[in-house]
Nanobody
């Protein structure tokens, strides 16, 4: 297992930017997939972006071209750069780590609130 701590959330006006960070308690070098999810008010949690250990990246259609996920294995940290924010991006953002296979696991952070005002 790995403990994850998100930071960087806050209140921003539409069109603004934020960078979220997810710090892991140990090396993420062997973590197969690191991802960001979000849960808007009254809605289900949804995938925002994920990056594999090999560097493959997947984005939700709603954030393509605006958000960028990066992974720094040396710092045990994953980032989510969010530009051109919209009110509909308002949500609690969660970091996720997935180790695949028989000894696999999935860990979640506690979440960080992002609020975009119009």
């Amino acid at each position: 297992q790995v403990q994850l701590v998100e930071s960087g959330g806050g209140l921003v006006q539409a069109g603004g930017s934020l960078r979220l960070s997810c710090a892991a308690s140990r090396s993420i070098f062997t973590i197969d997939v690191m991802g960001w999810y979000r849960q808007p008010p009254g809605k289900q949690r949804e995938l925002v972006a994920e990056i594999t250990s090999g560097g493959s990246i997947n984005y939700a259609d709603s954030v393509k071209g605006r958000f960028t996920i990066t992974r720094d294995n040396a710092k045990n940290t994953v980032y989510l750069q969010m530009n051109s924010l919209k009110p509909e991006d308002t949500a609690v953002y969660y970091c996720n780590a997935k180790k695949l296979g028989i000894l696999g696991f999935a860990s979640w952070g506690q979440g960080t609130q992002v609020t975009v005002s119009s």
